[in-house]
């Protein structure tokens, strides 16, 4: 029993006993006053103050459960409180508060001096914002040409195509045996145009960079040039030209490897004597060469990059990217010589000066890509007039009859191609095994 308790049970007994005792003094005093009145004798039961006790006790107890219910209740609601609290201050965590003009007008201060420095770099670098989405006026005459020129840097390896169509496997197990179990050694820089070879010597420096002309509603122009010491190889390279001896030229690649215009003569005369392969890999080394010359700001996939066919320092990089589309065409990679050619036209694109065009729509049929020559030939229609070509107007109608989606178009096309062109129906006719 508490201490609280027996103080209470204390009270309440000498307070019964004091009410027994002012009863008892009031009795006796009406018994005498009545005179002669029978005096009542009072029974009184000391048990009752242990059953007035054990009531109290019991009281107490309810007081308790009282107070500790209520102090569960009252914990209860202070959690709930906290709990609605915590997420009161979440949601005003995620909702932001109202910006003092002050501190708006500082981030605003320092958002315009980084916009200030970002365009005091591109302007440095040559590079404009906006410059992947933009093209030239004359360019949007058939419509916006977002993409159409885009090349995708994965699909420029012929390796990865050549992964499609036989497998993985048999295709490292083929590189494997080339290289002969050897690991590529890491003095050569990795490039997206091809894929140098472990015996190629090191590039170093070898005189041709890249610089920026101009850039011009969202397009760049740039230009190749030589170095004192390149234009000095050039020399030499023209004399064993004009030498009409083989061996020269043989004997200026042993001194310096990376001389483009060599490279790409030397891979002429592998290609005259049937030895392929050899004049694959040069061709290849002088893109590679080319390519380490790029200038920073010089994209591949943005198809927004110019280059003047009609400067002499610039034309190793169209010869070479075309010669190399058709040694990747003739092993079969039609979806990697599709991507050199949009590489190929997006360098020149209104002068095309070795002709991409009549021979990129061979080569979009072959890898199916049949939506991307319709939209070519829609948007380029009215300012290039390509139904006016006739490798363009049966291709057209070859890719509407691939695509299944409009077969009566795809005969009306074929119909007016044949009408434009009817030479080419008896060589149709012959291929198709019917007399005329």
Not at 167 to 194: A, D, M
Not at 256 to 276: G, N, T, W
Not at 343 to 365: M, R
Not at 408 to 433: D, R
């Amino acid at each position: 029993m508490s201490s609280r308790v027996l103080r209470k049970l204390g009270l309440q007994g000498e307070k019964d006993i004091t009410s027994l005792g002012d009863d008892a003094s009031d009795t006796e005093a009406d018994f005498s006053s009545s005179g002669g009145a029978k005096k009542k004798q009072l029974n009184i039961n000391r048990y009752d103050l242990l059953n007035q006790q054990s009531h109290s006790e019991s009281e107490v107890k309810e007081d308790d459960d009282h107070e500790t219910a209520g102090s569960l209740n009252a914990q209860e609601n202070e959690a709930e409180h906290k709990e609605a609290a915590r997420r009161k201050k979440k949601k005003k965590r995620k909702k932001p508060g109202k910006i003092p003009n002050n501190a708006r007008s500082s981030e605003d201060n320092i958002e315009d001096e980084v916009e200030r420095s970002v365009r005091e770099v591109n302007e440095l670098l040559g590079d404009t914002p906006g410059r992947v989405t933009q093209e030239p006026a004359s360019m949007h005459a058939g419509g916006p040409k977002k993409g159409i020129l885009n090349i995708e840097h994965r699909s420029l390896n012929p390796n990865n195509e050549l992964k499609r169509i036989f497998g993985s496997k048999i295709v490292q197990n083929e590189q494997s045996k080339r290289r002969g179990g050897s690991r590529t050694r890491g003095h050569l820089k990795t490039t997206w145009l091809v894929s140098p070879k472990e015996n190629w010597p090191p590039i170093g420096k070898p005189g041709l960079s890249m610089s920026l002309v101009k850039t011009e509603n969202g397009v760049s122009t740039f230009t190749y040039e030589h170095s004192i010491n390149y234009q000095q190889v050039q020399v030499k390279f023209l004399d064993a030209v004009e030498s009409l001896n083989p061996d020269n030229i043989v004997g200026l690649i042993n001194l310096h490897p990376y001389h483009v215009d060599a490279l790409l003569q030397l891979s002429e005369l592998c290609r005259l004597s049937e030895d392929l392969p050899m004049a694959a890999e040069l061709i290849e080394r002088a893109l590679y060469c080319l390519e380490c010359a790029f200038h920073p700001s010089f994209s591949l996939a943005s198809g927004n990059c110019r280059l003047d066919y009609r400067r002499q320092e610039n034309r190793a990089l169209f010869i070479a990217v075309f010669k190399h589309l058709m040694f990747v065409g003739a092993r079969a990679c039609c979806r990697t010589a599709l991507e050199f050619c949009k590489l190929l036209l997006s360098l020149e694109p209104e002068g095309d000066p070795l002709g991409v065009l009549l021979t990129i729509d061979f080569y979009a049929l072959r890898a199916q890509k049949y939506e991307w020559l319709i939209r070519l030939a829609s948007e380029w229609e009215p300012s290039r007039n390509l139904s006016q070509l006739p490798n363009f107007a049966f291709s057209i109608a070859v890719a509407h009859f691939q695509l299944g989606q409009d077969v009566e178009l795809a005969h009306h096309l074929l119909q007016n191609a044949l009408i434009m062109f009817p030479g080419v129906l008896v060589p149709l006719l012959t291929k198709c095994g019917v007399q005329p």
